[in-house]
């Protein structure tokens, strides 16, 4: 019998810590979670502002501000429900899959007036990740491009084939996310971003496995602190990070090679299972007005979708073809879109396999 | 008495199942079904990843063995000092360990780059640089500069305990240094050796993060296809298989262990 209560308490307990978890936000001041990229909002330092202290100055609210390293890191996270978030900030294609899978929420426009400011280009409806453009907001969008070290390349950069000279053999950088990766070889082989063929998948794959002897390391983050030091010669990565590593190391260049290459838009979105709606729309109002966007676009460096904040940048960052490219340019680029989950499973396997060594 | 204690014993049995037993149910149920289905799959396709496996346990040995060989003469010669200067160096040691190992591995990147500081250093000084990054030097150095006091730890405490008189004893019966470590020391300090061998081994074998880090995401052990398996393929399938198959192999690692732990005490009591 004293067993059986001893279950029935631990149970209870069980229960209550989960409850207890649950619900810590609501006790005090009214709260908002945003779950964001790494150093993907002005924050204060270098002169900017701190745009989450100025939201909460502004509006009383407290914000939980919470930061990813990927797209699948954060979806992962929300899909497994072992957190809940009023706003996320994510990748075109990763916010397709969540309209599918019916994780993000509507958003009512109506409360969000600053909205009006967002370039039409760069709408899900137009760029494609949301069809009905009712679930987004775009935030910022760049493309991916090749940084190299003018000092150690002094070829011209044109070509993602320059990725696999023998040449540059452990002096080359690679994205660690499977996307990213076989996203730039199908376009360097003259496919589609978002091909669903097993054949041109295998393809790419076969490339890439090729190209593991040349790499030095599959990065992320660290990208920044190898490039900017000079470690190696080059690296795949994001334009707007390309800006700041430039910063850096003036001796570092950007290209963004002929075969064409992915232009992406992250956008704000709400999860189904956000707590604070209204509180999020502030929130999203607030990133829209053009002040704010500038001083968001200013410290990101990426491109900005606000026509607002665009007309109010210096004269060098409209003009600088890293951050705004050519139009001819950009209608080069593809979006990603979600792919089917048969392409994702194929894509994630040949992935691991890579990473293996295989 | 006996209830009283069972009594005690109630929220560490909750803890316990809440977070060991719960989690491990569902790494199990995980590693057998995907998406409600009974599949073997995960635990078939292990087999195609054997070589990550084995260098993962090629690594971690190395890195154990050689943490072993560094800890070992220190950990006796510290015992053997008086109290003052015993407490100086183990908080020299225990000083790094207030830093999250994160952050310390990620230093390591930086000191062990090509044009990091230590190369930048030795060729200011026209000295002769060396290539270790993104090799498996560099992630066993990893392992042993994060584990090494787990190593000390557990084999200080039991030298420590270790009477003077039994080595004095040992000295007055005409055994030599040789003798005295083999037959008197290390017999007595087996215990401490094994738990070390353990806490060293265990996090070693299943790191992710040092190999990323200082293997460049290039040296892919079992611990890197574990953490891709969650946080980018999102094949929760897989992992759990991956990770109940490293469970296990690890249980059978510590019970081998063990067997001599235990061999060691009788020995030492008879």
Known sequence: MKRKISVIVACALAAGSVLAFGSCSDSGKEKLVVYNWGEYIADGSDGSMDVIAEFEERTGIDVEYVQFESNEEMYTKIKSGSASYDIIIPSDYMISRMIEEDMLQEINFDNIPNYKYIMDAYKGENVGFDPSGKYSVPYTWGTVGIIYNKTMVEEPVDSWDILWDETYSGKILMFRNERDAFGLALKKLGYSLNSTSEAELREAADLLREQNSLIDAYVMDEVFGKMESGEDALATYYSGDAVNMMETNPDLGFAIPKEGTNIFVDAIVIPKNAKNVPAAEKFIDFLCDPEIALENIEYICYSSPNSGAYEMLDDEVKNNPVIYPDEEIISNCEAFVHLPPETIQLMSDLWTEIRAGQ | ?270
Do not use: C
Not at chain 2, 83 to 95: A, D, F, G, N, V
Not at chain 2, 182 to 207: C, Y
């Open chain 2, 1 to 270: 008495m006996l209830k009283l204690s069972r009594r005690f014993l109630l929220p560490y049995g909750i803890w316990m199942i809440l977070f060991t037993v719960v989690p491990l149910g569902m790494v199990a149920y995980f590693a057998f079904f995907d998406q409600g289905q009974f599949t073997t799959a995960g635990i078939t396709r292990i087999f195609s990843f054997m070589p990550n496996l084995l260098l993962s346990f090629k690594l971690a040995l190395i890195a154990t063995v050689v943490s072993l060989l560094l800890a070992y003469p220190f950990a006796y010669i510290l015992s053997r000092k008086p109290e003052r200067s015993r407490i100086t160096y183990m908080m020299l040691m225990m000083l790094p360990m207030w830093m999250s190992f994160l952050l310390k591995t990620y230093a390591w990147m930086t000191l062990l780059e090509d044009t990091g500081i230590i190369n930048n250093l030795l060729s200011a000084l026209h000295l002769p640089t060396f290539h270790m990054i993104n090799t498996e030097g560099a992630v066993i150095l990893g392992m042993i500069y994060d584990f090494l006091p787990f190593m000390i730890m557990p084999l200080y405490t039991v030298m420590i305990k270790i009477d003077r008189s039994v080595i004095e004893a040992a000295q007055d019966l005409g055994a030599n240094s040789a003798h005295i470590l083999f037959r008197v020391v290390m017999p007595l300090s087996l215990p401490g050796i094994v738990s070390g061998v353990t806490m060293v081994f265990v996090p070693a074998v299943s790191t992710f993060y040092i190999s990323q880090k200082l293997g460049g995401g290039k040296i892919t052990l079992i611990g890197d296809i574990i953490e891709s398996q969650f946080k980018q393929v999102y094949n929760f399938n897989f992992g759990s298989a991956m990770s109940l198959t490293l469970m296990i192999l690890i249980f059978i690692v510590m019970g081998i262990m063990n067997h001599f732990d235990n061999e060691a005490i009788e020995g030492t009591l008879v």
